[in-house]
């Protein structure tokens, strides 16, 4: 089946009973999450990858958010990718990925809050092409609680073991690389020691290599995307 985009007016690719279906877009950061968590698993799937400028009825029909990742098996629908993970975690019990302790899981999910600062003010930095030092203070001082966080926790998030917050948070740490050709540095080494030790950790894992892209297809994807036409057949 083509990687190539689905857009506005294609017919939707015929479902096979029983078979898990990811609807996503190749550099999307949210969708990278569950494709992750389903690489890690090892589960079986197929993707259909959709034009998030011009979608197809059939997309909206499963997610009237528009958004991907959206999963689909038989007559079951999740989206969300915080949604999905957790789902995936549920059915798939191989190599889980939630902690069972309570109150461990309850620091995660106070520690995924963040993740929606990371989220903003990266993009935010990033439209300003490093020039706002207001959203750099900002920024900097999320990734410090990271920093800190993952100073105590040990090699992951999960401690000796990578867990779902590890996955909740890698992609936009994937996407910090490819931005210093354009000189804007978001994670110096010599600011946030134990985050870049996490990073390089995190590149070793074979769900990360599985779901990576290289820098060049990150920087062409995003100059595409600043001039707002992005281009998300890049490659194939």
Not at 42 to 70: A, C, H, M, S, Y
Not at 75 to 86: A, G, M, P, R
Not at 191 to 197: H, I, Y
Request: hydrophobic share 40%; net charge neutral; aromatic share 12%.
């Amino acid at each position: 089946m083509s990687l190539k985009s689905y857009t506005k007016g294609s017919a939707l690719p015929p479902l096979e009973n029983g078979k898990l279906r990811l609807y996503s877009m190749r550099f999307c950061p949210f969708a990278q999450r569950t494709r992750l968590v389903l690489a890690h698993k090892n589960i079986q799937f197929e993707t259909i990858n959709v034009d998030l400028k011009d979608k197809p009825d059939w997309f909206l029909e499963r997610n009237p958010l528009g958004l991907v990742p959206v999963l689909e098996q038989d007559d079951k629908i999740v989206y969300e990718s915080v949604v999905c993970n957790e789902y995936l975690d549920d059915i798939y019990t191989q190599e889980k990925l939630t902690p069972a302790d309570p109150y461990r899981r309850a620091r995660d999910k106070m520690l995924l809050e963040y993740t929606g600062k990371l989220v903003t003010n990266y993009y935010k930095y990033l439209r300003s092409h490093g020039k706002d030092e207001e959203v750099k203070t900002e920024l900097n001082k999320v990734l410090e609680i990271f920093e800190k966080a993952i100073e105590k926790r040990g090699a992951y998030f999960g401690g000796d073991k990578v867990a779902m917050l590890d996955f909740f948070a890698w992609p936009w740490f994937e996407r910090m690389s490819p931005l210093k050709t354009m000189n804007i540095e978001m994670l110096p080494e010599e600011t946030f020691p134990n985050l870049n030790q996490w990073v390089a950790r995190m590149r070793n894992l074979p769900a990360v290599k599985a779901t990576l892209f290289d820098d060049q297809a990150h920087l062409v994807f995003m100059k595409s995307y600043m001039t707002g036409q992005p281009n998300y057949d890049f490659g194939l």
